[in-house]
């Protein structure tokens, strides 16, 4: 059941994941951000399948929910429509191309050769408190640099954005 | 005073009169001519009254005294600043000295109108001091050193004009082709200071003579190399170019550095260093088919070869100094010969006859010279033994000397010469053949130039010159009759001989004024007999050419081509020209265009250029597209995991 | 369905799969939000690697990582849509070719 | 827990907090002396960290290990304070004429400046991952800063875009170190660095690591992005850019080849080695025909990111120390010539080449700084760019005599710094030999930024003439490295 | 303190102080730098005086002291002489008061120009005054930046600012090449020190292995070489000499450049000895390119700073050519070739100027019969131009046959004995005797002897004592080094002895011919 989800799921993501960047039918940015949900959604379903429900969730909440309405807000925001008209540099694409399935050939050839301890024995719940606890005591510093981030990315935003200059 | 002491003094007055003439007296024009007349005087002085210490005139035997200084002193090499006294020195410091004396007094009158007066005594006392270095110098550095100044003087003095472009080139033509002498003298003395590890004259000697072969297999190469700097100083075949060039220095100049002094430095020095040459034949072995042939052969045929193209030379030429200069060639070829037949004496004291009468001709011809406002050509002159009495029985006194007619000096030494060849019949017959021909041309010059009537306007108008240029003239006329009974022949056989191998009993030995006369009869009749028969034949058949008082010349039409060869110095020059042409300028312009195209351009340049390039073309790659970027990121990082992890 | 057992190295399959999308979109795709969201999914790929190590290496680590990732990939979005609306703004464009003054 | 070794991070932190409540309150010109404040404090706190870098020996951790504080760290938390206050400086100085909201142009230096501090502390790989990311975001608005320049914005287009495609990278590489290794905690991949060395998973995963670091340094492959972004900035930033975040890479990849993972270094060592000689060779060709000062410093940042990268390369104590030092001397170099390139941007509007012309008249004091900072830059002494580059050679010497393959680098090396002098000393030129620009009128600098050039020069002088000090210190922080 | 630290400090604290001083006081400013310029000049004759050959100190040298300064690093300030540096500390400094003097010159920029010329006036004699392989390298790059500007805004003529680039350049791989190798040495070495004494001494009891000093002595020689233009690497001389300003030309091309021949001398040769015989044979086939090639090329050049410049370069092989035979008398005479051609070359520089000054132009081809006008500069060129080749009583001459001398001599083999040493000592003799006076007479044929132009008219000598002293300086340095050579070689002989001997006490290589060339 599992791994026929697991097959489900990851072929979803996949395809999705195409249609967000190369999609044959339209270039519309609209249509890779909504495929782009779509990936995370399956990413979520990944997610919970390797029974990590908080993470699966937080993808759902922040990636899909905040970071992509963020995407579709500005997309309609700018009006996008200018890349279709544009014609592809075929040169670039090949290029691209090669360099992308050259990459994914060695990852997948190193994957392959290399057997990662506990291959085939997963064993972790999803322990949200355990989380939680971890991420409260042992990496409080990251969290704690994380939240500059974001408090220098709020800063930024309003900088970047404010209307009148001075 | 000690005779080191006289000897500083000699060697070094002229140089203090030369700095101070440079430094303070350039404005006073007398002070300066007597300071340098001054300083070779004292020179003279001093010269002689060495004699008493060493007796030019009675010496004895091998001995020499040593001043000297440590000059340098660097690992192995040792070099002193030594001054050699012996009787040969001596002699050549009576000389110089004494025929400089007459010279500098002469130039008072000569050079009276020139602006550069106290250049011209600066210049004049420079070479007296470089010439008596050479005279004086112990050893072969020393020597060396001062044979450069000599030459540099020289430079200075033909090229005393310097506005004049004939007088210009005329200098550094003489100075590169002296250049080129040197060049072998210097290897020369290398290469004998690298197998004898010293330069000192004495000890090279005692090394030689105690083992001959010492020198190994660099012997005869070495004694030719030395004899390179004969060959570029005293003119010989094949470097002889510079010679008659020099002319072009002010006539004084003439009488004293190019006829009577330093060209004969060349000969002074092949009998001091008398010792390498006289060495068995030995050659390396990248050399061996030159085998048999000794340092002396090559010497004495290169001064027969000299003697006899000189010679023919003169024949042909129309310029009084130039006759002049190519008979002091061909003399100087006597004197070479002589002393590659190893007869050093008899070389020396041609050297010392001929310094008499060649100067005293010189400035006899320098006296025409001034009289007829630096005319120069003989076909404008004649009738001259008129107008110039004095200038003119000197100038006969001193071509009867040079001719070799006895009782004048030149029939002694020149006599000394011919019997040296006496040896060798080829040689023999062509000293026998200068003998006329410079009979010919001497005679020549005095039917052309001083007899018959004037050809041209100036000689009527000439006057003659003053008494400061005449009495140079007449003591030098003088020396040139009795040069011959001094007993300098005898005083030179001493010293000499031995170092040639021969007897210390030679012919000009003591015995009364009339045995002196006709001691050149009683020893090589043979010689003696041919040589005056060859200045007879010579003589009449000039007589016959010239004493009619042509307006040309009428040879050229009997000898045709030979006779244009002759004039054109059988193309010497030309030839020269392009050798030198095919050699360094070739090789000039094909290192400037290597220089230029090759390596500053190409290589250089190239570099610059092409690394520029690549800059550029490299900087393509910054197309300002960002997605460019994140490809060339994105490809290079997949570049650097195939080749680490594939 | 075949009886093969899903194991680490497919989860570590389908992301570097999906990272290489995510790459392919940055290399392609010339708008620069679409070029924005395959930088996002390469994030996710690795995010996916992170979960799946976790869970087989048995312990939260990497969980952990992944939640800093997604707080981190929030922001840095936040700032980065600002700038590119920003630049909409001056240029009327958010096409990467016409972001070319900068260059040589 | 030993948080209180956190305290100068999070001075800086509060100081930006502060700062920004601060901005509340003050009157618009009066915030400049914020900035000057702000300077002060990092400056003394700077001068804290230097006397307490004489007590390196002792290693102390916190969070865990997940912070460190060795010599290595205080070393370059004192090198990035003194880059931050004299940055700051330039800052007040560009904010009086360019800026709009002044006060949070401070505050995000002090932030990317709180970030560097963290990285040079970072002994995790969230940790790592984390402040290097707040480096970065906080540099995304700090290029873009002068959003009405749409040079400034499309370096911050690219910087962001770029930025972010390395940190995919860099966090993907984190993802398949952390499960070849087991853990993210660089005391754990210390104790099985020899058996990580071996796995292929693991190379992968570092080496995408290090291309997320290379990016920070601007090294090959991440290297294009410098040129760009250097001339589109601010000056302030690019100077912070230029020292900052490439020394925060740096110290990271120190700590990582230098301390944690030693054995994967000597195996690397050749591509650490074409890394470097590439990135030399790149940008000394593409800044021959530069005319711009700005993207001139950009492509020499490149180079000179490779010089550096051959001390790491060298894999030795030596190696890692030179770094150091040339750091230091960098630092001041790069800050000065980047005061002068804002000086004249602010007040010529251009920083091409041609503009410098009669810079010696117009400003002595501005014509002398860029000339000695291009002079140290190519390296002659006595400067301190001469020494930093004799103890990088000397580390590369030392290695050669083991193996001559590094005298290829070492000739790359000398190519490179060759070329990099015609093209210093190009500016030179512009300043000094151009005609005479006689009506031009004098350039009067502000007292902060003849303060901000007085400490530079004084600091490149005083590396080059007596490197003692600064040289001991670089060498006793890297004691603790493994190599 | 030793009098060696005043003698690099004066200058360099004067170019300190003279950034205080207002630049429109020009006189103060040009009378300061005479001022410190002439006191070292004075201090370096005083030296002299004081050097005493016979007495000398720890490892030969006199007025040491020795301040750390890296010690980790094994850097120290350490000054100190023998007889090698001190002859080209005294021409250094001679020659740096005559550039000061001829840089009246100059009359736009004087402040800037002064400054520089101390800087490179105390990088030169810092120099050559220190026993620290770091400093002696470190002092040498201080002058390259001055030489830069110098060049670059008192240059002459258009192509100033290509001569100004290729110069630095060139220079500058010169000095980085042999700086790895001087670090490779270091490092070598096994000391940790760069103190020449301290490393002489421990390489004679431990020298490095063979093959490490065969890879090392390359880097040495050829990056040396760069610097003191060695053919191929020459080109950057004449051109650069060609459009510099007096002042800079006579002091690069007189003094600075000497550095690598020096330091080929004091570190390279004595420490790598088994390099240096196994190189020597390549440097003799170079150095032949810089004699007879560059010679040949003088012979075609038409500008005469290009002239002078190419001279310079076909003298500086035979500093080579005394080098690479290894033997006491050639380094003795490699010395003192290099303290006579500093003379030189300042001299000719200075003369070059003085002419640039009257004429505005060295086009040889537009002169003629300048003698007229200018006797006392013509005088003093031509013999200048005399000394350059080789005449004897100048110092010039000395050095050239000490170096002909030790060549027949040598040791070194090249091409594995077939060709011997002394062909290259024909070779040089040549260049020496015939090309030399070739190119330097026909330059004074061209441009002294024959008619005036009419454009010359108006052409001065230097009038008065002040404008005349350098010449007569620098022109009395080469005659008294030529008339009492002793007064340099007896100072020299035991540096170049020690040298000498330090290659000899190694062990013979295969290639090197036991004993001299004589049976």
């Keep these: 059941m599992t791994d026929l989800l697991f097959v489900l799921f990851s072929a979803l993501a996949l395809l999705c994941g195409f249609l967000t960047v190369a999609n044959p039918f339209t270039r519309s940015p609209v249509a890779s951000a909504l495929f782009l949900v779509l990936t995370m959604v399956w990413l979520a379903g990944l997610f919970v399948l390797l029974h990590a429900f908080f993470i699966a969730a937080v993808q759902i909440l922040v990636y899909a929910g905040a970071v992509m309405v963020l995407f579709l807000f500005v997309i309609m925001l700018l009006d996008l429509r200018e890349e279709e008209r544009r014609r592809w540099n075929r040169f670039g694409v090949a290029a691209g191309l090669i360099s992308v399935l050259g990459l994914l050939g060695i990852t997948a050839v190193t994957l392959l050769r290399a057997t990662p301890d506990g291959t085939g024995d997963a064993q972790l719940e999803g322990a949200t408190h355990a989380l939680g606890l971890m991420l409260f005591r042992q990496y409080l510093l990251p969290f704690e640099i994380v939240s500059v981030l974001l408090l220098v990315a709020m800063l930024g935003v309003i900088l970047l954005s404010k209307r009148e200059l001075k | 005073m000690r005779p080191e002491t006289l000897a500083w003094i000699i060697l070094l007055l002229p140089l203090a009169s030369a700095a101070a003439i440079t430094l303070l007296t350039r404005r006073q024009r007398r002070l300066s001519a007597a300071l340098s007349i001054g300083a070779v005087a004292v020179g003279f002085v001093a010269s002689l009254l060495l004699t008493r210490s060493f ?326 002159m004649g009738g001259l033994a008129a107008r110039l009495p004095v200038t003119t029985w000197t100038f006969v006194v001193g071509t009867l000397a040079l001719c070799g007619v006895p009782p004048f000096s030149g029939f002694y030494s020149k006599d000394g010469i011919l019997a040296a060849a006496e040896s060798r019949p080829l040689l023999f017959g062509l000293a026998i053949l200068v003998a006329g021909l410079t009979t010919f041309y001497m005679a020549r010059l005095y039917f052309v130039a001083f007899a018959g009537t004037p050809r041209d306007s100036h000689v009527a108008e000439a006057h003659e010159s003053p008494g400061v240029m005449l009495w140079p003239l007449r003591w030098l006329a003088i020396a040139s009759i009795l040069g011959g009974f001094w007993g300098i022949e005898h005083t030179l056989q001493t010293v000499l001989a031995p170092a040639a191998g021969h007897g210390a009993a030679g012919h000009g030995a003591a015995g009364g004024f009339f045995a002196t006369l006709l001691a050149p009869f009683g020893h090589a009749p043979l010689a003696a007999c041919l040589g005056l028969f060859a200045t007879g034949f010579g003589f009449a058949l000039a007589y016959s050419l010239y004493a009619s008082a042509p307006a040309q010349d009428p040879l050229p039409a009997r000898l045709g081509s030979l006779a244009r060869w002759m004039r054109d110095k059988f193309y010497f020059d030309e030839l020269y020209d392009v050798l030198v042409r095919v050699t360094h300028d070739a090789a000039a312009a094909v290192a400037d265009w290597v220089d230029r195209w090759l390596v500053a351009g190409l290589l250089v340049r190239g570099t610059l250029g092409g690394v520029d390039v690549c800059g550029r073309i490299l900087r393509l790659v910054q197309t300002g597209n960002l997605q460019t970027y994140a490809f060339l990121a994105a490809a290079g990082l997949v570049l650097v995991l195939w080749v680490m992890l594939l | 369905m075949t009886g093969m057992h899903i194991g680490l190295e497919h989860y570590l399959f389908v992301s570097a799969a999906l990272f290489c999308l995510g790459l392919l979109g940055v290399v392609l795709r010339r708008n620069l939000l679409v070029l924005y969201m395959g930088l996002e999914l390469m994030l996710n790929a690795s995010n996916l690697a992170l979960v799946a190590f976790s869970r087989f290496l048995n312990h939260l680590n990497g969980q952990v990582m992944v939640f800093f990732i997604i707080t981190v990939a929030a922001a840095e979005v936040a700032v980065g849509l600002a700038l590119i609306v920003a630049l909409y703004r001056k240029r009327q464009t958010a096409h990467v070719e016409d972001l070319a003054s900068l260059k040589l | 827990m030993n948080a209180s070794l956190l305290g100068p991070e999070l001075v800086i932190v509060g100081l930006g907090l502060a700062l920004l409540l601060l901005d509340l309150m003050v009157p618009p010109e009066r915030r400049r002396w914020l900035g000057c404040v702000a300077a002060a404090t990092v400056f003394a706190l700077c001068t804290y960290f230097i006397a307490q870098s004489g007590r390196t020996g002792e290693v102390q951790t916190a969070f865990g290990g997940m912070y460190v504080l060795d010599g290595l760290a205080v070393y370059f938390k004192a090198l990035f304070l003194l880059a931050g206050g004299v940055v700051l400086l330039l800052a007040v100085d560009w904010t009086d004429h360019a800026g709009h909201a002044v006060t949070e142009y401070f505050v995000l230096i002090l932030f990317a400046l709180a970030g560097m501090m963290l990285c040079a502390s970072a002994h995790d790989f969230a940790t790592l991952y984390v402040s290097l990311e707040l480096v970065t975001v906080t540099f995304y608005v700090l290029t873009s800063y002068q959003r009405d320049h749409v040079a400034s914005l499309e370096a911050g287009v690219k910087y962001l875009i770029l930025g972010a495609l390395s940190s995919a990278f860099l966090v993907y590489g984190i993802a398949l170190c952390y499960g070849a290794a087991g853990t993210m905690s660089f005391t754990e991949l210390a104790s099985q660095s020899p058996a990580l060395a071996g796995s292929k998973l693991f190379q992968l995963g570092m080496l995408l690591v290090l291309g997320g670091l290379a990016f920070k340094v601007a090294l090959f492959p991440f290297q294009v992005w410098a040129p760009d972004v250097y001339e589109g900035s601010p000056a302030p930033t690019t100077a912070f850019l230029a020292v900052g975040s490439k020394a925060a890479g740096l110290v990271l990849m120190v700590r990582l080849f230098g301390s944690v993972l030693p054995d994967l270094t000597l195996k690397w060592e050749p591509l650490l080695m074409v890394i470097s000689g590439v990135s030399i060779l790149y940008g000394s060709l593409c800044a021959i025909p530069q005319r711009s000062l700005k993207r001139l410093m950009g492509y020499s940042s490149i180079a000179n990111g490779g010089l550096l990268m051959m001390g790491l390369a060298a894999a030795s104590k030596a190696g890692s120390a030179a770094i150091l030092f040339y750091l230091a001397g960098y630092l001041f170099t790069v800050v000065c010539a980047f005061v002068v390139a804002s000086v004249v941007v602010q007040r010529l509007g251009t920083d091409d080449l041609t503009a410098l012309a009669g810079l010696h008249r117009r400003s002595p004091m501005l014509a002398a700084s860029l000339t000695l900072s291009m002079v140290s830059l190519a390296g002659v002494p006595p400067l301190a760019g001469f020494f930093g580059k004799f103890v990088l050679i000397r580390a590369l010497v030392e290695q050669g005599a083991s193996f001559p393959g590094w005298y290829v680098l070492i000739a790359v090396a000398l190519a490179g710094v060759v070329i990099s002098f015609s093209y210093y000393f190009r500016v030179i030129k512009a300043i000094y030999w151009s005609g005479e620009t006689a009506e031009a009128p004098p350039l009067v600098l502000s007292p902060l930024v003849q303060a901000a050039l007085v400490l530079c020069l004084a600091g490149m002088l005083a590396l080059g003439i007596l490197p003692s000090f600064v040289w001991e210190a670089a060498v006793a922080a890297v004691a603790g490295l493994r190599l | 303190m030793s009098p060696l630290i005043w003698l690099f400090a004066l200058p360099l604290l004067g170019a300190l102080g003279l950034l205080f001083v207002p630049a429109s006081r020009t006189v103060l400013i040009r009378r300061i730098a005479l001022v410190i310029t002439g006191v070292v000049a004075f201090l370096a004759l005083d030296l002299l005086s004081d050097f005493d050959a016979a007495a000398p100190g720890a490892g030969g040298y006199r007025f040491v002291q020795q301040i750390p300064w890296v010690p980790s690093l094994g850097i120290s300030l350490h000054v100190g002489v023998d007889g090698i540096n001190l002859g080209l500390l005294v021409m250094g400094a001679l020659v740096a008061f005559a550039a000061t003097c001829v840089s009246r010159e100059i009359q736009q920029r004087t402040k800037e120009y002064y400054v520089l010329l101390l800087l490179m006036v105390g990088g030169i004699l810092g120099t050559f005054a220190s026993l620290d392989i770091f400093f002696l390298y470190v002092f040498h790059e201080l002058a390259l930046v001055p030489t830069f500007l110098m060049i670059g805004i008192w240059g002459r003529g258009e192509k100033r600012g290509y001569a100004a680039f290729q110069i630095t350049l060139y220079l500058t791989l010169g000095a980085l090449v042999a700086l790895v190798g001087l670090v490779a040495l270091y490092l070598q070495s096994g000391l940790a020190t760069f103190d020449l004494v301290k490393l002489t001494e421990h390489l004679a009891a431990n020298p490095i292995p063979a093959a490490r000093q065969a890879f090392i002595f390359p880097w040495l020689m050829f990056g040396l070489g760069v610097l003191v233009s060695l053919w191929p690497f020459h080109t ?201 006076a070739v190119y330097m007479l026909r330059g004074i044929r061209t441009i002294w002897h024959g008619d005036l132009a009419e454009d010359w008219k108006g052409v001065v000598d230097p009038a008065g004592g002040w404008r005349k002293m350098p010449f007569v300086l620098l022109l009395g340095a080469l005659l008294v080094t030529g008339v009492w050579p002793r007064l340099l070689t007896d100072r020299i002989e035991p540096g170049a002895r020690r040298v000498v001997e330090a290659v000899e006490a190694s062990r013979p290589a295969p290639n090197l011919a036991s004993g001299s060339p004589t049976p």
Excluded at chain 2, 125 to 136: C, E, K, N, Q, T
Aim: hydrophobic share 55%.
């Design chain 5, 236 to 436: 950057w001389a004449p051109l650069g000499y060609g459009v510099a300003p007096t002042a800079t030309a006579m002091l690069h091309a007189g003094v600075l450049k000497k550095f690598g021949l020096y330091a080929l001398l004091k570190v390279a040769i004595p420490l790598l000895p088994e390099g240096a015989k196994l190189w020597m044979p390549w440097l003799a086939w170079l150095c032949l390119g810089n004699i007879l090639y560059c010679g040949w090329v003088a012979m075609r050049q038409r500008d005469l700073n290009l002239l002078i410049g190419n001279s310079s370069v076909a003298h500086v092989g035979f500093v080579f050519l005394g080098l690479a035979s290894l033997t006491v008398i050639g380094v003795t005479g490699a010395v003192v070739v290099m303290v006579a051609h500093g003379f030189l070359a300042a001299l000719s520089f200075a003369l070059s100027g003085w002419l640039y000054g009257q004429t505005r132009s060295l086009d040889m081809t537009r002169m003629g019969g300048l003698l007229q006008r200018l006797p006392f500069a013509g005088s003093v060129m031509v013999m200048a131009m005399m000394a350059g080749c080789g005449l004897p009583g100048f110092g010039n001459f000395v050095g050239e046959v000490l170096v002909l001398f030790g060549g027949w001599k040598s040791p070194v083999l090249i091409c594995g004995g077939l060709l011997d040493f002394r062909w290259f000592v024909a070779a040089a003799a040549w260049g020496a005797l015939i090309v030399a």
């Design chain 2, 55 to 380: 007796g030019a005139l009675a010496p004895r035997d091998g001995e020499f005294l040593l001043a000297s200084v440590r000059w340098l002193e660097v690992g192995p090499l040792t070099v002193d600043l030594g001054l050699r006294l012996d009787a040969l020195s001596n002699l050549m410091l009576m000389m110089v000295t004494g025929v400089g004396l007459m010279i500098h007094l002469y130039s008072r009158g000569y050079m009276a109108d020139d602006a550069s007066y106290s250049r011209f005594f600066a210049c004049l006392s420079l070479f007296m001091f470089s010439m008596l270095g050479i005279v004086l110098a112990s050893n072969f550095v020393m020597m060396f050193v001062f044979w450069e100044l000599v030459g540099v003087s020289s430079y200075l003095l033909i090229g005393f004009w310097h506005e004049r472009a004939s007088a210009a080139d005329a200098a550094k033509k003489a100075f590169l082709t002296n250049r080129l002498g040197d060049f072998g003298f210097l290897l020369g003395i290398i290469l004998v200071w690298g197998a004898l590890g010293t330069v000192d004259f004495a000890e090279i000697q005692r090394t030689l003579e105690s083992d001959p072969t010492a020198l190994g297999a660099l012997a005869t190469l070495g004694g030719v190399l030395v004899f390179m700097g004969t060959m570029g100083k005293s003119a010989q075949f094949p470097l002889h170019v510079w010679l008659p060039d020099a002319m072009e220095g002010p006539t004084p100049v003439s009488a004293l550095i190019h006829a009577a002094t330093m060209v004969a430095a060349g000969v002074y020095m092949l009998a001091r260093a008398f010792f390498l040459f006289d060495l068995p034949a030995a050659w390396p072995d990248c050399l061996s088919f030159l085998a048999g042939i000794s340092a002396l052969d090559i010497i004495a045929w290169i001064g027969g070869i000299t003697a006899l193209l000189a010679a023919l030379m003169a024949v042909q030429q129309s310029d009084i100094k130039r006759i002049l200069a190519y008979s002091t060639l061909s003399q100087l070829g006597f004197m070479v010969m002589a002393i590659g037949c190893a007869k050093p004496d008899a070389g020396m004291f041609h050297l010392i006859t001929h310094a008499f009468f060649k100067a005293l001709l010189f400035l006899g011809a320098g006296s025409v010279i001034h009289a007829l406002h630096h005319e120069q050509n003989i076909w404008k």
